[in-house]
T-cell receptor, first 115, second 114 residues
Framework: GESVGLHLPTLSVQEGDNSIINCAYS??????FIWYKQESGKGPQFIID?????DKRQGQRVTVLLNKTVKHLSLQIAATQPGDSAVYFC??????????????FGKGTKLSVIP | DAEITQSPRHKITETGRQVTLACHQT?????MFWYRQDLGHGLRLIHY???????NKGEVSDGYSVSRSNTEDLPLTLESAASSQTSVYFC?????????????FGSGTQLSVL
């Protein structure tokens, strides 16, 4: 998995399997987290976000899990499809209310789906 | 549909020239941001704006400037382009004024400074 600050890792998954992309964040005061998908040559696309008062949030085929104890965030993609091939990165924000800090972005994990 | 558009998609310029990258959004968002994306780095914030006439420096603002004369546009200007500014530039906007969450990004501008 990735860390906000680490070298870009890669993950290869068979089509139809579930994917788990990890992200370790550094700031225990961060209270808002967000996942983006970026396909080659395109801008980042919002996937899902979660606040620190939640442990889990589900979207369409995606689930984000937050473990504040170990400062870990994961994105689960169910029934991975070829169209899921992209770079996925997380971002964190310490104090996301008005006047808050800016988002800090990780470098990303490249997901390759094997047909 | 509301959207955020960047132009040009690709730009090649020479060292020392002034370059302006355009960003236009039709969501009526007050928050707008400029980021650059380079290999080995996550997205890095250049400048941002929380509304008309408001501009703020980000993490890597040296050599860049922005202006916000209306809600829809936040052009990014490189005063004197340098090779270190070769990068992919992304504009983004978000809904809640002053709250840095759920950014929506444009498709990017690939800038090459020769």
């Amino acid at each position: 998995g990735e860390s906000v600050g680490l070298h870009l890792p890669t993950l290869s998954v068979q089509e139809g399997d579930n994917s788990i992309i990890n992200c370790a964040y550094s700031n225990s005061a961060s209270d808002y987290f967000i996942w983006y998908k970026q396909e080659s040559g395109k801008g980042p696309q919002f996937i899902i976000d979660i606040r620190s008062n939640m442990d889990k949030r589900q979207g369409q085929r995606v689930t984000v899990l937050l473990n504040k104890t170990v400062k870990h965030l994961s994105l689960q993609i169910a029934a991975t499809q070829p169209g899921d091939s992209a770079v996925y990165f997380c971002a964190e924000n310490m104090g996301s209310g008005a006047g808050s800090y800016q988002l800090t972005f990780g470098k990303g994990t490249k997901l390759s789906v094997i047909p | 549909d509301a959207e955020i558009t960047q132009s040009p998609r690709h730009k090649i310029t020479e060292t020392g020239r002034q370059v302006t990258l355009a960003c236009h959004q039709t969501w009526n968002h007050n928050n707008m941001f400029w980021y650059r994306q380079d290999l080995g780095h996550g997205l890095r914030l250049i400048h941002y704006s929380y509304g008309v006439q408001d501009t703020n420096k980000g993490e890597v603002s040296d050599g860049y400037s922005v202006s916000r004369s209306n809600t829809e546009d936040l052009p990014l200007t490189l005063e004197s382009a340098a090779s270190s500014q070769t990068s992919v530039y992304f504009c983004a906007s978000s809904e809640k004024t002053g709250v840095n969450e759920k950014l929506f990004f444009g498709s990017g501008t690939q800038l090459s400074v020769l």
